[in-house]
């Protein structure tokens, strides 16, 4: 544990050394670099191909877990749909529960957490490098999501710690520990100390530094060009004011923001849809065509399907274990219902507003294509798609939303910016959790890394797209290696359970509350 | 949660709703006035805490909500409910007290329903801002929706 908080504080250290050395190349150039550098062979570790091939084993070791998990539990995101709607509604809440977090509010604070820059600046990024066919592999594996989600939140319900003072931890560093242990396998406790490490990776990387960068890029595009410190240092001063000095009141109105940006956003796609829902059909047909020829894209067919799984993975999270950690909150005498309920986060996130994203820029005509061939036409380093004005990630959106509704950059802008923080606030909560599992709970323990986060913030708004967005990925993705490695020795508790509760559901013993 | 004195069969129920403050301690003297009138009279004192399980929350304040309903539960029956039903039982009413979490009107008038009482008496709610002249009172929503009457004390 020591050695991980060693190499921590290490790398921080190391960051104010590199700045120190060389204030004359630019600060966020120097930043970049050390940045890069560092993270490098970790990020060519999880994405290194299979054998003989250019496919990432990473990405087959997800749509495996997901098609394993969506098998085994007889095709979970179908049969049991319904169902986790009917407990959102609170149909199965009992009455003198009143008080407790709600089913809704343990499903809107895990979607707070991943609905943001997945749904606009990953969506992008897929659809530019991969091409439209990468919105079919994105929804598939939303789909196929649904099931790793149920598993993991049923299972951070279950074995999560309850305090004498009625707080509550949980999340898969609870469950791989506790869960191996009642089956009487070793390695739990190992791959629980594993997943911490990677979810604070994960928390200072995706959770924070893909934020705080896009966040930039969205302020940046419409101020004019300016450090990325600058951004940085405000975001860290206001992430500092929540999370260390306990202003709530900016949280509560992010909170209530949030919501409301995010129904504004779906909103605008949808109108801009039904003004121009003559090419949906067409966008659709690009959609499904070129997931399976490429239609020229980089990398063609398999390009199209590792981006569109790896965007999704990154956007909803299934597999990745971030929402056991915030489902586990929730005081249900059911553990298997909010797995139920959590499933619906991969479709309401991939399924309907990435989908809606892709079609947006789909139709706007931002992605460059042949006229003689109709086939996509690449950017001069062969890399990704040449979209007009030369745009990529969060800038692309934007375009393609602003042919729709000019003025939607600004409002753009300002939901990224909320979304970028919301999604800041979860992450620093989930990385917290890990923190305080590898090194106790304590203010002092709590306060460093609650410093870290914030001086990550700085880093991240810095750095170029190209590493941040890297080493993000690969964080996240190393949660899910451990956490699916452990989903797949639980499995057969969550199917237990899953059993016994639809049997009490037939049986009548479990029943709606007249509300 | 309830507070039960031992007296015998009621013949009538009258639910008490308060919210802490002086308007609601007239509630409260009025529904002793109105059960000195009837030969036997259980009151109910109810306090509801405003909650919503749509509100967003974080997921810190989610981990930390149970402890919070229970803080929230035990300041409510020590500075409201239980003075209230001592008071009444000092003076010779029979009294129970009941605190609930969720909507005010919705919930005063299911304890009314749920405990078979005759009516509800509550203050005129004397505190609100914007929200609350465009949206209106939780005693508005209770007259305007109750299954059973309704006494509001200005």
């Known amino acids: 544990m020591k050695s991980v908080f060693a190499a921590l504080v290490g790398l921080i250290l190391t960051a104010s050394a590199a700045l120190a050395q060389d204030e004359a190349k630019g600060l966020d150039q120097v930043v970049n670099e050390w940045f890069a550098a560092l993270t490098g062979p970790f990020v060519t570790f999880i994405f290194a191909p299979l054998p003989f091939t250019s496919f990432p084993w990473i990405v087959l070791w997800l749509v495996i877990a997901a098609s394993i998990f969506t098998v085994y539990f007889g095709f979970i995101q179908v049969r049991g749909f319904i169902h986790s709607i009917r407990l959102v509604k609170g149909d199965y809440s009992d ?19 991943t609905v943001g820059l997945g749904n606009i600046a990953g969506v992008a990024v897929a659809v530019g490098i991969g091409g439209p066919g990468a919105t079919f592999w994105m929804i598939l594996a939303g789909l196929l999501g649904m099931a790793s989600k149920f598993t993991e939140c049923t299972l951070g319900v279950k074995y999560r710690n309850e305090y004498p003072d009625g707080s509550v931890s949980g999340g898969p560093m609870y469950y791989l520990q506790k869960g191996f242990a009642e089956r009487g396998m070793p390695g739990g406790k190992f791959l629980a100390v594993l997943f911490a490490i990677f979810c604070i990776l994960g928390a200072l990387g995706g959770g924070n530094m893909f934020q705080a960068n896009q966040a930039h890029a969205q302020i940046s595009g419409i101020t004019g060009e300016f450090p990325g410190w600058i951004t940085g240092l405000i ?32 909103g605008v796609a949808l109108i801009i849809l039904m003004v121009n829902y003559d090419q949906i059909g067409w966008a659709f047909g690009q959609i499904f065509t070129g997931a399976f020829t490429g239609l020229g894209v980089a ?34 005498k059911e553990p298997i219902t909010e797995g139920y309920v959590s499933l619906l986060e991969p479709f ?31 950017n001069e380093a062969g890399t990704a798609i040449q979209t007009v004005g030369d745009t990529s990630g969060v800038a692309l959106t934007s375009a393609a939303f602003a042919t729709g509704l000019s003025w939607f950059p600004y409002l753009l802008a300002v939901a990224v910016i909320l979304f970028a923080f919301s999604t800041m606030i979860s992450w620093s909560y989930y990385g917290l959790k890990a923190w305080t599992y590898l090194f106790g709970e304590g203010k002092v323990s709590e306060l460093i890394f609650k410093l870290i986060f914030c001086v990550f913030v700085v880093i991240g708004a810095a750095a170029s797209l190209g590493p941040v967005i890297d080493f993000s990925d690969a964080a996240i993705f190393a949660m899910a290696v451990v956490n699916i490695a452990g989903l797949y020795v639980l499995m057969p508790i969550v199917k237990d359970e899953l059993a016994s509760y639809l049997g009490r559901l037939k049986s009548g013993e479990i029943r709606k509350f007249a509300h | 949660m309830a507070l039960q004195t031992d007296r015998n069969v009621m013949s009538s129920k009258i639910v ?3 919210d802490g403050s002086a308007s609601g301690e007239r509630a409260l003297s009025y529904a002793k006035s109105l059960a000195d009138k009837i030969e036997v009279c259980e009151l109910i ?18 981990a930390q909500r149970h402890k919070r309903r229970e803080e929230e539960i035990e300041a409510a029956q020590s500075r409201i409910v239980i003075p209230a039903v001592t008071s009444l039982t000092t003076d010779g009413f029979v009294a129970r007290g009941i605190v609930r979490h969720g909507d005010v009107a919705d919930l005063l008038d299911k304890i009314a329903v749920d ?39 200005g």
Request: hydrophobic share 50%.
């Open chain 1, 95 to 113: 009455p003198d529960d009143a008080g407790e977090v709600s089913h809704f509010q343990a499903l809107a604070t895990a979607l707070s957490g």
């Open chain 1, 235 to 266: 975001f860290a001063a206001v992430v500092f004011a929540v999370i260390v000095g306990g202003i709530k009141s900016i949280a509560k109105v992010t909170e209530k923001v949030v919501p409301i940006m995010g129904v504004l956003y779906v």
């Open chain 1, 299 to 332: 990398g063609g067919i398999v390009g199209a399907l590792i981006q569109g799984f790896k965007r999704a993975a990154f956007s909803n999270e299934a597999g990745v274990g971030s929402a056991a950690i915030a489902h586990s909150a929730v005081r249900t």
């Open chain 1, 348 to 378: 309401i996130d991939t399924v309907v507003i990435c989908t809606m994203t892709a079609l947006v820029i789909v139709i706007s005509g931002q992605l460059v294509t042949d006229p003689e061939t109709g086939l996509y036409v690449l």
């Open chain 2, 16 to 18: 008490v709703g308060l």
């Open chain 2, 45 to 62: 004192v109810a306090f509801v805490i405003e909650w919503s399980p749509y509100a967003f929350q974080s997921a810190e304040e989610n």
């Open chain 2, 115 to 153: 405990n078979g009482a005759d009516q509800i008496v509550v203050a005129r709610s004397s505190e609100g801002g914007f929200v609350k002249r465009v949206f209106g009172t939780a005693t508005q929503s209770l007259v305007m929706h109750a299954h059973v009457p309704v006494t509001v004390v």
